[in-house]
């Protein structure tokens, strides 16, 4: 892939080097710069503009293009504007420079997750408005706070808000993930995020003893029941080419917690754990599992939930669902592979599908490694302007469903 020099770079790239620039990275993000830079987006392309202050000190921004046909329901383009923390010593570029190599790629917190869609989804309204299209549908850009840290002061809150009630959303898009083939990655549902602690607790004494029922005993016997488990699942996915990382409930040990001296043996010990539970799975059979495994750990073994999701939802991917038919027409007709999943990861998607608004997550990404959370995540300025290629012919065609039975 080629790249102009940077006297010649494509307006809706330098954009999105801007919004890069602004540090909202977790878990401190700079929320306020965020909010003033849509506001002035939504000046310069002439849109609505409400901030919804959903908690103290945070703001959800909504943008708006209103339809011709105000009695419809509205596509909502949802992203998120927080970002996960870096290692800057692991990165070959400061990553809130926005830097572009000689080749066109751009190394910057948020390349990929996901400060490009919203830029993306900008700039295709921008085109389409300039063009001068209206659709019969109102289209809201929605820029959340909070997503990386698990939505609660952000979406959670939002969608509770008569102000999301009347935006009256009948689709939305949110984040997807990167593809590295030529075909793009499009979720319909996600695996729900169970966040575990297991606390143990035990005899204490002087750390030269045999000391039995240790906090450390029973815990140790708590992980390698999950371990093993997440082993099993793993296998199970390992052996059956059928099945995507979504399909299977994933683990990780992600913190281990206690102890004040090497000689002093503690009466508590804690392990966390990171679950990403799969759509099918029976919630109570594994939450009766978990404790299952505490309890055969010994006495004083219990657990407790700091994220525990019990709505998973699918949005139908077939044509019965209206708005997946014009989705993926536009996808076909632009040659584009679309592999639909279930998010491994969760999204602002699960509180918008729990409101019974269908959405799908989709980045339009391919050719692309998947870099999200990860050092030097980075871009190509061609696949980000591509994708905003591929919202410009998807919005109008979203905008344009035809009344639907609920509608009429
Ligand atoms: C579970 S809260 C969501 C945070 C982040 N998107 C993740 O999947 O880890
Ligand atoms: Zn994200
Ligand atoms: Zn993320």
Redesign the pocket.
Known sequence: MTSKGPKEEHPSVTLFRQYLRIRTVQPKPDYGAAVAFFEERARQLGLGCQKVEVAPGYVVTVLTWPGTNPALSSILLNSHTDV?PVFKEHWSHDPFEAFKDSEGYIYARGAQDMKCVSIQYLEAVRRLKVEGHRFPRTIHMTFVPD?????HQGMELFVQRPEFHALRAGFALDEGIANPTDAFTVFYSERS?W?VRVTSTGRPGHGSLFIEDTAAEKLHKVVSSILAFREKEWQRLQSNPHLKEGAVTSVNLTKLEGGVAYNVVPATMSASF?F?VAPDVDFKAFEEQLQSWCQAAGEGVTLEFA?K?MHPQVTPTDDSNPWWAAFSRVCKDMNLSLEPEIMP???DSRFIRAVGVPALGFSPLNRTPVLL?DHDERLHEAVFLRGVDIYTRLLPALASVPALPSES
């Open positions: 996960v997503e990386e840290v698990g939505g995020p966040w990171d990403r994220q999701w990861a969760a999204t959370h």
